[in-house]
């Protein structure tokens, strides 16, 4: 007998399309993604210095021919940390929400589907985790394990993980409610190829939605952490620990914090919007 399906997520998934390509909003936000991403990974290509070469003899020096975006208190070329700084802020970002999906979406899966004791005790926890702050949970476990950048990831993606865990179960109990699950209980099919085949497919949109709003939420947790000494560590670069240097010299140099600032509103709010536009075209009451 051949396998049930859901008839009308092929369609969805074509209105979604279209209705994405509609939104100005969410262009221009995938678009500032991508910008943000490109430069990341041809950081290595780009005709810049290194970002730890110094010029000792252009101390917080103001935007030039020579450095377009300045230098900074050790005669570094901002732009070039900027740009090798995006790989850790993009890196922190994806691999954090990563790590918080990893986690979270199977027991949200698992709470929903069992249900009974399963769920309720999935469902404390989560409620005990939420109950703390998202970004002083992230700075607890970072200082807890260590700093750099690799524990900041896994801070703020545990951090992040009962977001998905909650989604995953709400989604997942409407989706068991649905007619092909049920047909496909009729039919007989599995646990692992019911979640696989039926449940995880009609779930994904909104988690991709939450996931790319996290990214946001992700990357300012880490430039947070960076700025108080528990992300990324000197000398390497990172916009959080650019500006945790630039606050010293304000006054003097004003260029050193305009640019990380300016860089971690623009990935914000490009991941934002992107987020925004993906939650519009995903959302199947708007047809």
Known sequence: MSAVADPVLPKRQSRAWVK???SPSALLGGAIVVFFVLIALLAPLLPVPGPAETDWSAVRKAPSAAHPFGTDEIGRDVLSRMIWGAQASLLAGVVSVMIAVALGVPLGVLAGYRRGWTDAVISRVTEALLA???????IALAAFLGPSLTNAM???????MPIFIRLARGQTLAVMTEDYVESARAIGVGHLALIWRYILPNIFPPIIVQGTLTIATAIIAEASLSFLGLGQQPPAPSWGSMLNIAKNFLEQAPWMALYPGIA???VV?????????LRDALDPRDT
């Open 264 to 266: 971690i509103f623009l």
């Open 154 to 160: 896994i801070a703020i993606g545990v951090s992040a």
């Open 20 to 22: 994405f390509r509609k």
């Open 132 to 138: 703390a702050p998202f970004l002083i949970l992230a």
């Open 269 to 277: 709010l490009g991941f934002n919007l992107l987020g925004d536009g």
